[in-house]
């Protein structure tokens, strides 16, 4: 069992960053894939930025050049550096891990954390 907890999120107002951070309770190295995804009310969870421990980092089409997403070793952590905010990025963010055993993949999930940007 791998348990995620999210911190960072809060109010910003338009063009404004916020960095998110994952404290993950095991050593990051044995996570396949750590990753963000966002949810606003009435649609589907959608990802943002997924860094899997082997191969290219991945990311939304609508935060490609604004948020950047780093795996932090130190301190067993993913982390999402949010620049240029923008009204459509309010949502709740949940950082998402993932290990394999053999076949089986098994994904694990943070409570989430509210970005809200707003004037």
């Known amino acids: 069992q791998v348990q995620l907890v999210e911190s960072g999120g809060g109010l910003v107002q338009p063009g404004g960053s916020l960095r998110l951070s994952c404290a993950a309770s095991?050593?990051?190295?044995?996570?396949?894939?750590m990753a963000w995804y966002r949810q606003t009310p009435g649609k589907q969870r959608e990802l943002v930025a997924a860094?899997?421990?082997?191969?290219?980092?991945i990311y939304a089409d609508s935060v490609k050049g604004r948020f950047t997403i780093s795996r932090d070793t130190a301190k067993n952590a993913v982390d999402l550096q949010m620049n240029n905010l923008k009204p459509e990025d309010t949502a709740d963010y949940y950082c998402?891990?993932?290990?394999?055993?053999?076949?089986?993949?098994?994904?694990?999930w943070g409570q989430g954390t509210q970005v809200t940007v707003s004037s």
């Open positions: 998402e891990a993932e290990t394999v055993v053999g076949t089986t993949t098994y994904q694990y």
């Open positions: 860094h899997p421990r082997v191969g290219s980092r």
């Open positions: 095991t050593n990051i190295f044995r996570l396949n894939v």
